[in-house]
């Protein structure tokens, strides 16, 4: 679909998006992203956001809210910042409309919620990226989470995810 | 019976003032609570809107017990325990969805929605003068419905639903009579939250202001609300704090609505221009006067005990699982008739409710601190006094009342609960 060129490109920014997330990198993670945006963490594969409740449904001026809050220092569940780690695997190009591509991938993250129980949370499951090429360079405009969890109880999700 | 029964002397460990760290952290108080409040009293199980078609059922629980609500195929509304009448096997996996049926897969009984047994795999072997009446699914034996709004008790007896709500009722009608039905609809799934705490931090959190201003500080920081004012009594928030008598509770924001003027300040401010039919349908229901009142004063903020949390336009409940772990649920109110209200509100719950929004993790939080703090044995008790020189007797309604960072809808909950839990302790004591 791509070449292996173009490819290789996208692999590495979802690379640096996922490092961004884990190092609570808030002001680089914030910074991937296009006006249009969209962060979603639904809570089944075949949810209707205009009828089906969301973990997450931010457009980018609540992911402006959502980094601030965050960078407040009192945004206590992230008072400190989980540590984390995450793997990114999987990476399929599903779809390309000119400039815009449209990405799966799995992932499996780490996450020690150190700010209360310590408990190490295991968080996983599939997202589609949808990335843009903007003056030659790749931007984020749309990231759904699907965890394999998200209708059952979780904890706090309040980290980059 | 020789064994001396264990019975834990809660008069000794619930003063006006305080209470004792153990409440949290006993097995033996967490055993006789699921006992006493969520298998004996009533609790909220859910709204009738989750099932609007005959067939439709969700599942749910009372205390630990797996039960499921259905609507069959005469409109009625059942909840019958989700346990195989044969051998016990949990007859429905499925969160929700519709069924003609459910049968078991372990043996093949088939049960009806409704509950009654329909068949079972070469029945010859049950004997002569077998029925299979005798082999329906349970029901729950106590359901009460108020505004759709589910509760129960799997005791056969003890106190009514009335006698249970009580005047709280009056706060379920004023989640509905925001909608021009009459009507809530909650039907756009649950989030599910987990805490490592107690889950009594959960009623007393949520009708706490005075945690407001510090827990909730980087959402206030975020939304640029930080200095406004709101949830300081001292810098003259005039919301106030209810005591509804039976366990429930309130936080009222009216006040502070009224005091501003200006309507939908439970709904981030919007302007009425911007929700035009919606104001006409109220309008037509209810009539222009009213429904001025109505959109000012806002929906309830207000706990109906034990498991039941009014968020405004969100509708919250919970499941304890053990001493240091319990399960809150959450969903936006949608108001049956207001599509405009309903678009926001579901954006509104995702921004402050369930755990990737701005303000529920940080009371996750909180609340598991509170849990790994209460390991510390000493000091004993904690402080619940504040407000007890000014609480009185609002004249208007003749309920318990006191400012917006007082501690008396703490005092409320911890007064009833002291009354169920030493009634139960006190039979249990004679028994022996
Ligand atoms: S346990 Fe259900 S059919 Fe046997
Ligand atoms: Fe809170």
Known sequence: MVNEQVFREVEAFIYKEARFADESAYDDWEALWEDDALYWVPTRPDADPEVDISHIYDNRARIGTRIRQLKSGFRFSQVPPSPMRRVVSNIEIISVTGEEYEVAANFMLMELAIQSTRDMNFWGGSIVYRLRRVNGELRLFYKKIMLVDADEPVANLSFLV | ?432
């Open chain 2, 1 to 432: 019976m020789t064994a001396k029964m264990d019975t834990v002397s809660y008069e000794n460990l619930i003063h006006r003032e305080k209470v004792h760290g153990s409440l949290y952290t006993d097995p033996a108080i967490f055993q006789a609570e699921m006992e006493t409040i969520f298998h004996n009293g009533w609790v909220f199980v859910g709204h009738t809107s989750e099932v609007p078609k005959a067939g439709d059922f969700s599942r749910r629980q009372i205390g630990k017990q797996p039960v499921l609500i259905t609507r069959d195929r005469d409109n009625n509304v059942n909840l019958l325990l989700n346990r195989c009448t044969h051998r016990g096997n949990l007859l429905c996996n499925r969160t929700n969805g519709n069924a003609s049926t459910f049968t078991c897969p372990y043996h093949g009984w088939s049960f009806g929605v409704d509950g009654e047994m329909r068949g079972m795999p070469m029945l010859q072997a049950m004997g002569e003068g077998f029925d299979k009446a005798e082999l329906g699914l349970a029901h729950v034996p106590r359901v009460g419905i108020h505004r759709g709004f589910i509760f129960a008790s799997l005791a056969s007896e003890g106190e009514s639903f009335e006698e249970y709500l009580g005047d709280a009722k009056v706060l379920l009608d004023r989640s509905a009579d925001l909608s021009p039905e009459g009507e809530v609809d909650l039907s756009a799934g649950w989030l599910k939250h987990r805490f490592k705490a107690n889950w009594k931090m959960l009623p007393e959190n949520n009708t706490d202001g005075y945690h407001v201003g510090s827990t909730h500080s980087s959402m206030l920081m975020a939304t640029g609300s930080a200095n406004s004012g709101a949830f300081n009594d001292e810098m003259g928030d005039p919301s106030v704090i209810r005591d509804w008598g039976g366990g429930h509770t309130e936080l009222d924001f009216a006040p502070r609505y009224r005091m501003s003027g200006r309507p939908f300040q439970w709904f981030g401010g919007t302007r009425k221009s911007k929700l035009p039919k919606y104001m006409a349908a109220m309008e037509a229901a209810y009539g222009k006067e009213e429904t001025e009142e109505r959109v000012l004063a806002g929906p309830p903020h207000a706990i109906i005990f034990p498991n039941l949390f009014l968020a405004e336009l969100n509708i919250t409940y919970f499941y304890p699982v053990s001493t240091n772990e319990v399960i809150q649920y959450y969903t936006p109110l949608l108001l049956k008739g207001a599509p405009e209200v309903n678009k926001r509100a579901m954006r509104q719950t995702e921004g402050a409710m369930g755990p990737g929004s701005f303000l529920l993790p940080e009371d996750a939080s909180m609340a598991e601190r509170n849990q790994l703090g209460l390991e510390a044995l000493t000091p004993e008790w904690m402080d619940l006094r504040r407000g007890l020189h000014r609480e009185h007797i609002d004249e208007e309604n003749g309920l318990l009342t006191s400012s917006v960072s007082d501690e008396t809808t703490n005092r409320a909950f911890w007064s009833h609960y002291l009354t169920m839990m030493s009634k139960a302790s006190s039979r249990a004591g004679s028994g022996c």
